[in-house]
């Protein structure tokens, strides 16, 4: 990192103090009121888990961020980068087009993934997205909307099973009340436009909250223009003191060109270029989903008891330069737990099942028109079942030390009837089974909770993944495995109210056993196996300093040493693990003065390695952003808050996302150049 690079990240902790009026904070603010003189964070229950635990006492590593509506009101989230980037722990590859989703990785886990997410299990307001094999997409996550962001960021295999290397809790509502009707517009560079409307109410006994989106844009480079358009809501009502039913709907729908990556020298000499190939077929993505949920809570006093049941639909056609590839998806499940919240021993059970069903027809090639070409490749029906359950137990042995302990079983089945046999029937059948273990220590120290813990995670190949056969054809890839991690973590966190400080560190380390790794053929199709075993060691370090009543400093620090320790390659063994740079430093200040409020944050990434072969790299960058706007001026009967906002201040040339391990050294996926977006809220 150059000295001008590191000079504009300090600056941002050194602007001046100005005479400030107070802001909501966007972060939790610590719990002084305690009756003794302790101090702690607040006794907020994470939904993340499943579990009675709470921020205060979570043997585990573990962030909530809640977005004040200034927050949500003033800044573009047009991406989940936008979002999560201020969070320790995690990396978000922004790809910069809605073809392929954000790439997201907590701790490592999920760096393999080119498209939707692997390894973390996501859900959005509390239905999850991530489906029975493991895999995720979050087209239908509303950025602008998201409330509050919860990140386990350790193994969580105990709680959701497959593929719960990290988990991300997202939450549209906060459930304190319908929010005010809004209307918000906002345009910029690369013909990006985005309107939302939000509102909210009372009808009846139901608290109904909603919103509608739409986005455009031209794109940054060549052969990304694109739409999406968005909706969801919840619906929340009291069938009783002691009962409570939550409806959830979401759904999305986009057209896309997809712009692929590039290679070193293409990247270079003109980063706004698409791949030839891509464009020749007019390669793209053109998708729905929609999912609906319900969930029952009821008190037993003491106790609380929960079902939940859900179902997606989700339908894709996707033109690529050595296949068609279409198919129709439907998921559903159930799960329900029995907690208890209060006394000295708390926890609790539960079981989970799930569906999915995909119907998936691939032909040979695609026409310049990004239509189906040639024979069909492939046509078969994928079916996976999943069941489980689970333990978790909380044992209060001292008024300050607290043990947990908790057990998950699952069973997942894999089903491919191939209905076309041309070089014989290839249906069959994978079955993977897994028993997760988990146990925990806190000690309440005072300014600090103490906590030591060790999970296990496991994750099976997805369906995509065990159809993508060498050399294609149907049925599933025999030779990949499931992948196992276990998790070692210590940490810290707490406040100190006489400075106005809250912290949170953690060491841990992860040991990640037949890892599935995946690589391009000639063709461009993506073939997985086992690459041996992962070591993943680090470091996490957040501090919130409020230095004044308007103005908030925030250092996150990440620092990693991920290596790949055993390989059928012996060239790679301890190489550094591609995809994750080895340390990222994220920084903000936040003021608040006379009704403006701004907020100036930076980013640093060193170079990393692009391949298991650490013969390429992604060139280092610092990423500015600037964001300044109003928190309401009067319009009649309503509230306009505009706002403004530039991107890449400093005009770096990065790489928002690389693919791994891509055939000829295509890399890197291009990140905008310095941009600007504007918009308006108003407010009834």
């Not at 057209?255 to 793209?284: H, I, K, M, Y």
């Not at 298991?612 to 928190?631: E, I, M, Q």
């Not at 001026?633 to 391990?661: C, H, I």
């Not at 890197?668 to 308006?680: H, K, Q």
Request: net charge neutral.
């Amino acid at each position: 990192m150059t000295g001008l690079r590191a000079c504009v990240l300090c600056t941002l902790l050194l602007l001046p103090t100005l005479p400030l009026h107070a802001q909501t904070p966007t972060t939790t603010a610590p719990d002084t009121t305690a009756s003794d003189d302790r101090i702690r964070l607040p006794e907020l229950t994470i939904e993340a888990t499943r579990a009675a635990e709470t921020l205060a006492d979570a043997p585990f590593s573990v962030t909530v961020q809640s977005r004040s509506p200034t927050a949500l009101a003033l800044t573009p989230s047009a991406s989940l980068d936008d979002v999560l980037r201020p969070l320790p722990g995690i990396w978000v590859n922004d790809r910069h087009h809605f073809a392929l989703g954000e790439r997201i990785s907590v701790r490592g886990v999920g760096y393999r993934s080119n498209f939707g997410v692997r390894g973390v299990q996501v859900l959005y307001d509390g239905i999850p997205l991530t489906l029975p094999d493991g895999q995720a997409f979050l087209d239908v996550v509303d950025p602008a909307v998201v409330r509050q962001v919860e990140l386990v960021r350790s193994p969580s295999a105990v709680f959701w099973g497959n593929g719960s290397g990290g988990v991300l809790f997202l939450s549209s509502s906060t459930g304190a009340g319908p929010p005010p009707t809004r209307v918000r517009v906002q345009g910029g560079s690369h013909g990006r436009w985005q309107g939302l409307i939000e509102g909210g109410g009372r009808l009846g006994g139901w608290s109904l909250h909603g919103y509608a989106s739409g986005q455009r844009q031209a794109g940054y480079r060549d052969h990304s223009q694109g739409y999406r358009l968005r909706a969801g809501g919840t619906a929340r009502r009291s069938l009783g003191p002691d009962t409570h039913l939550r409806l959830t709907l979401a759904a999305d729908q986009q057209d896309t060109e997809n712009p692929s990556s590039l290679t070193r020298a293409q990247f270079e000499r003109d980063p706004a270029q698409a791949r030839p190939a891509f464009v020749a077929v007019n390669a793209g993505k053109e998708s729905s989903q929609v999912q609906l949920g319900a969930t029952l809570d009821h008190d037993l006093g003491g106790a609380t008891l929960s079902g939940t049941a859900y179902g997606l639909r989700r339908a894709l056609d996707n033109p690529l330069n050595y296949a068609f590839i279409r198919y129709t998806r439907w998921s559903g499940g159930t799960r329900f737990t029995l907690r208890r919240t209060e006394g000295r021993v708390q926890g609790g059970l539960g079981v989970d099942a799930a569906l999915q069903s995909d119907d998936r027809i691939e032909f040979d090639s695609t026409s310049a028109q990004g239509t189906p070409a040639g024979n069909t490749g492939l046509e078969q029906l994928e079916t996976v079942r999943s069941g489980s359950a689970f333990g978790y137990l909380r044992f209060a042995a001292t008024e300050r030390i607290a043990l947990t302990g908790g057990l998950r079983i699952d069973q997942t089945r894999f089903e491919a009837d191939d209905r076309l046999p041309r070089d014989g029937d290839q249906s069959g059948t994978r079955t993977f089974s897994s028993v997760s273990p988990t146990l925990g220590v806190s000690f309440d120290a005072g300014p600090a909770q103490l906590f030591a813990q060790y999970s296990t995670a496991f994750e099976t190949p997805t369906a995509s993944e065990l159809s993508n056969r060498p050399g294609g054809g149907g049925g599933f890839n025999q030779q990949v495995e499931p992948q196992r991690t276990r998790g070692f973590e210590v940490g810290a966190r707490g406040v100190v109210p006489g400075a106005r400080l809250q912290f949170d560190v953690s060491l841990y380390r992860l040991e990640v056993d037949d890892l599935i790794s995946a690589y391009e053929d000639a063709s461009g199709r993506e073939v997985y196996d086992n690459l041996a075993a992962n070591t993943h060691d680090g470091i996490e370090a957040s501090l919130t300093w409020q230095a004044a009543p308007g103005l908030e400093v925030a250092a996150r620090y990440t620092g990693t040493r991920f290596v790949i320790d055993a390989a059928e390659d012996s060239s790679i063994t301890g190489n550094r693990v591609p995809g994750i740079p080895s340390r990222r430093l994220y920084l903000h200040t936040e003021v608040s003065h006379d009704g403006w409020w701004g907020r100036l944050s930076g980013q640093g990434v060193p170079r990393y390695f692009t391949n298991d072969a650490n013969t390429a790299t992604a060139p280092r960058y610092v990423l500015v952003n600037l964001n300044v706007g109003h928190k309401g001026l009067p319009l009649g009967g309503a509230t306009v808050k505009p706002f403004v906002a530039l991107q890449n201040v400093l005009d770096e040339r990065y790489a928002g996302s690389v693919v791994v391990n891509a055939f000829g050294g295509r890399y890197y996926e291009p990140a905008p150049d310095r941009s600007v977006s504007a918009g308006l809220n108003v407010v009834w």
